[in-house]
Structure formats: C-alpha cells, structure tokens
T-cell receptor, first 116, second 114 residues
Framework: GEEVAQTPKHLVRGEGQKAKLYCAPIKGHSYVFWYQQVLKNEFKFLISFQNENVFDETGMPKERFSAKCLPNSPCSLEIQATKLEDSAVYFC??????????????FGNGTRLTVT | AQSVTQPDIHITVSEGASLELRCNYSYGATPYLFWYVQSPGQGLQLLLKYFSGDTLVQGIKGFEAEFKRSQSSFNLRKPSVHWSDAAEYFCAVGATGGGNKLTFGTGTQLKVEL
C-alpha cells in the first residue's frame, strides 16, 4: 500500500497481559522501524529491520519486548507481561533504503497502548 | 552520540503572523536534519530535510528551514501561519550511515490564534 498501516489503533491491556502490535510497511520498502512515544513527545527508537532481518536493536528493552518481520506478513511488536510504564504510542515507520536523507522515514498513525 | 534540543515547548502565534521554531543539534560530523509535523492522532509527516548544499531548504506547506553550522541550528520558519498549522513539530537528526535511526527533539507545540 501507499501508507504504513498500523493495527490496532488502540489497545488496552491489564498489567501482566501480553500486547501485540502490527505494522504493514509501504509496498517496496525494505526497512521497518519501531519507535515508542511516551508522554506525548519523547520518541525512543526501539528496533529496525531490513526485510526480515534485524538491522538495529539497540533500543529494544532486553526483557519482555520482541519484534518480527516475516515474509508476506505484517511486522509485529510484542510485549510480554506488560507494565504500566509500557503505556505509550508505538509508531512504525518504513523506508526504501537505509540512507536517512535519500530514503526518509514514512510513519504510520501509531498504536496507542494503555496498560491498566 | 547525537542529540537534538527544541528549547520551546509551546509557541502561540496569530494567524498570518510569521513563525520560527528553534532546533539545535549535537553531532560530530555533517548531520542529516529533518523537521516533522504531528497532528493529533496522526503519525509524523516529513516537512523538509537537509544534508548538504544550499543551507536554506524549502519544504511542503510553505515551510523552510535554515542550516547554520556555526550555531548548530536548523530552525524552521514560515512567513505566514495558517490555523491548520497548529500541531506538534519535531526536529530530528540522523547519523551518516546511521541506518535511518533518528534522534528526535522533544517537540514544540504550536497553537494558532484566530
């Protein structure tokens, strides 16, 4: 598609429950990125993929967070045993290439995760 | 490590007035610089970008930004603000060869008074 599609728009989970977020990148884009926006304005890089391979995972919490991009499937970000501090908007972005300038990021509209 | 500072958390301007949003960056080499806009409930939309060449960059929606290496700044400007410009604006820096991993500022909330 022409847009990065994220589902669901909103997700509510009780503390300790699992949360799974999905992202369909723009067709033809090889790179997928996940960012976490906490407190409305702080964007934290989580992880990026080149096709189905992890490209950079330096921002991923070591525990409870995992992500995948499998062929012919939406990418996913999964949080096991959610905590209150995981409440945030999670943005997915895709790009054609890895060069920041010539292939800028295209963002989805985000998934708002609320952990109660 | 790179960083971005947006000193103004909130800015209010009257419709038709000029606008300047400040952005200062810290990066050891020539940075990739971006301005994004976020409307409520939406993702980020790219306004403009800079890497090299002319230091005054034109973007969409009538926005422009000027790169000043000596001041480590990349301020966003618009000569005449429209009510529809009310949104959150984010400056971001990307490292050369950084694989599109951006570091964002904390954003400036723009309010437009009619």
């Amino acid at each position: 598609g022409e847009e990065v599609a994220q589902t669901p728009k909103h997700l509510v989970r009780g503390e300790g429950q699992k949360a799974k977020l999905y992202c369909a990148p723009i067709k033809g884009h090889s790179y997928v990125f996940w960012y976490q926006q906490v407190l409305k304005n702080e964007f934290k890089f989580l992880i990026s993929f080149q096709n189905e391979n992890v490209f950079d995972e330096t921002g991923m919490p070591k525990e409870r967070f995992s992500a995948k991009c499998l062929p012919n499937s939406p990418c996913s970000l999964e949080i096991q045993a959610t905590k209150l501090e995981d409440s945030a908007v999670y943005f997915c972005a895709s790009s054609q290439g890895t060069g920041s300038y010539n292939s800028p990021l295209h963002f989805g509209n985000g998934t708002r995760l609320t952990v109660t | 490590a790179q960083s971005v500072t947006q000193p103004d958390i909130h800015i209010t301007v009257s419709e038709g007035a000029s606008l300047e949003l400040r952005c200062n960056y810290s990066y050891g080499a020539t940075p990739y610089l971006f301005w994004y806009v976020q409307s409520p409930g939406q993702g980020l939309q790219l306004l403009l970008k800079y890497f090299s060449g002319d230091t005054l960059v034109q973007g969409i929606k009538g926005f422009e930004a000027e790169f000043k290496r000596s001041q480590s700044s990349f301020n966003l400007r618009k000569p005449s603000v429209h009510w529809s410009d009310a949104a959150e604006y984010f400056c971001a820096v990307g490292a050369t060869g950084g694989g599109n991993k951006l570091t964002f500022g904390t954003g400036t909330q723009l309010k437009v008074e009619l």
